[in-house]
């Protein structure tokens, strides 16, 4: 796992969630539970990255969200903040020893309507899943980052927003890549392709470890 942190001056760091918004008691219970029964909970969004979430999806106020890589589910109960009262968010989690703790939560948070879990391979559901994504949230393996991207782009909506997290990778993708990083190679792929993609515009948010914001040119 990237350790997430490196890019940014931990005073630095320490200021800025210290002047954002709190996260409400169920995230904060979350949170708690993810470092004590996970074995990577260096995976959860946190806080800064929650809020972030939440404004987002307040602006675009999103009838249908598609989020792959649920982990415990903080960033799932963010994005669906913002959600239309008719919305939903669909969630794609591949480890089955997290659904507990993932359907604990969303039940806690009052989204068990709200929220669509599914449990398994996202290269395998994505095709199923016949809906167009008014904002669509990308933090799975890196190996197929791409490949997401390319299979979720003709469903973004036009004026909907697509996120991609770790796209600096801990500042790999600025130094010299070893032969066996396949994660990093992969990332750097997909960051060169998107650069070069004429249907949409993006840009690298250095936030955290690297968000993606991508939008389709109208």
Known sequence: ???????????????CDNHTSEESKVLYELYRETHLKTVYPRMISAKSQGVFLQMISRIIQPK????????????????ADGLMDDGLIVTVEKNPELESIIRKYIIKAGLNDKVHLLIGNALELIPSLNEIWDLIF???DKINC??????????????????VDNVLWSGKVIK?????????????AF????????????????????????????
């Not at 250095?206 to 993606?212: E, L, W, Y």
């Open 146 to 163: 791409l490949t997401y991207y390319n299979m979720l782009i003709p469903f973004l909506s036009d004026k909907g927003m697509m996120l």
């Open 191 to 218: 960051n060169t392709f998107v650069q070069q993609d004429a249907r949409v515009r993006n840009m690298i948010l250095p936030f955290r470890d690297g968000i993606m914001m991508i939008q389709k040119k109208l």
């Open 176 to 188: 010299e890549v070893k032969n066996n990083d396949k994660d990093t190679k992969a990332i750097l």
């Open 64 to 79: 249908r969200i598609l989020e792959l890589g649920t982990f415990t589910g903080y960033a799932t109960i963010s994005l």
């Open 138 to 140: 990308i933090d799975a």
């Open 1 to 15: 796992m990237s350790e997430m942190f490196d890019l940014i001056d931990k005073n630095i760091q320490y200021y």
